[in-house]
């Protein structure tokens, strides 16, 4: 009788066991991950050590929609596209430019906000022009579109049908480019002379700006007067098209009620006081 009583005891418990292993199991189902690089105000910044910002708003409301429990995973800026196309995380919303060569590793959603490169300098420099940085030390996000336009125009490309090498605004000048984690770490970094300037999109580019006394940022134009259009969007595995439906919808529809202007208004001034 006892041990009866024991093993039926026993068994009741084991059957609980497994229910919460279930359970547990099922809402690992329901949980959207994202990816982002919480160095990126007012898109995405660390507030209390969680990232917060537009982007993450942009994510939470995706989540809400698809009735999942958001999951952010904050990790370097140039590691998230190639967690997006193995399928590490659901979605890259960390104020991505979309390229043609980015666009061949994910899919892009509709655009959300746009932008230009900024240069970041000390207040008395006298630059204007992209030329004007010949011979200086640029400091950049590693791999951002900044750090791409500036390396580019440092080597020089190559044009893709003669494999002639075109050559870069800012060849042969001895300006160099310092690839930092952060467009912070940079600033540091130019507030100490280590470089000269730092390049990065236009809001990040002010909100650092803005923290230093001696700081001033100005659009990134060529001499030429043209500039460098961004467009920003949420990157999703490719052929996710169910994802990739609902991420539009989604963000259609905060565009339409004026969402995303207001949280990019409420965080600039957030991530400004800082
Ligand atoms: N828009 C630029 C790019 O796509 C910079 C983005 C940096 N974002 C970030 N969260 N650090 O390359």
């Known amino acids: 009788m006892k041990t ?16 919460l292993v279930l359970t547990s199991c099922e809402k690992e189902e329901d949980v959207l991950t994202v990816y982002t690089n ?9 507030a209390d050590n969680k990232p917060v910002g537009v982007d993450m708003q942009i994510a939470q409301a995706i989540a809400d929609e698809l009735g999942k429990k958001l999951v952010i995973k ?26 043609p ?5 994910v899919d892009f959603s509709v655009n959300y906000a746009t932008s230009t490169q900024y240069i970041v300098m000390k207040k008395d420099a006298e630059i204007k022009t992209i030329e004007d940085l010949a011979g200086l030390k640029i400091g950049v996000q590693l791999g951002t579109t900044g750090d791409f336009i500036i390396s580019d125009e440092i080597s020089g490309t190559e044009d893709e049908e003669t494999g002639e090498h075109i050559k870069g ?6 300006a160099t480019v310092t690839q930092y984690n952060s467009a912070a770490d940079a600033a540091v970094n130019m507030d100490s002379g280590k470089v000269d300037v730092v390049v990065i999109d236009m809001l990040p580019a002010e909100i650092v700006a803005g923290q230093y006394d001696n700081f001033k940022a100005i659009e990134l134009v060529y001499a030429d007067g043209s500039k460098t259009d961004e467009s920003y969007a949420v990157a999703v595995k ?23 202007d207001k949280w990019v208004v409420e965080h600039t001034t957030q991530s400004s006081k800082g």
């Open 4 to 19: 009866r009583k024991i093993i039926s005891v026993l068994l009741v418990v084991a059957l609980m066991m497994s229910a």
């Open 101 to 105: 060569e980015r666009a061949e590793s």
């Open 38 to 46: 919480a160095e990126f105000p007012p898109f995405e910044y660390l």
């Open 74 to 99: 904050n990790v370097k800026f140039d590691t998230i596209l190639s967690s997006i196309s193995s399928g590490k995380g659901d979605l890259g919303i960390a104020g991505i430019t979309v390229t």
């Open 169 to 174: 605004v800012l060849e042969g000048t001895g």
């Open 238 to 260: 490719k052929g996710n098209k169910e994802l990739l439906d609902t991420v539009n919808k989604v963000i259609n529809r905060l565009i339409e009620e004026g969402k995303i």
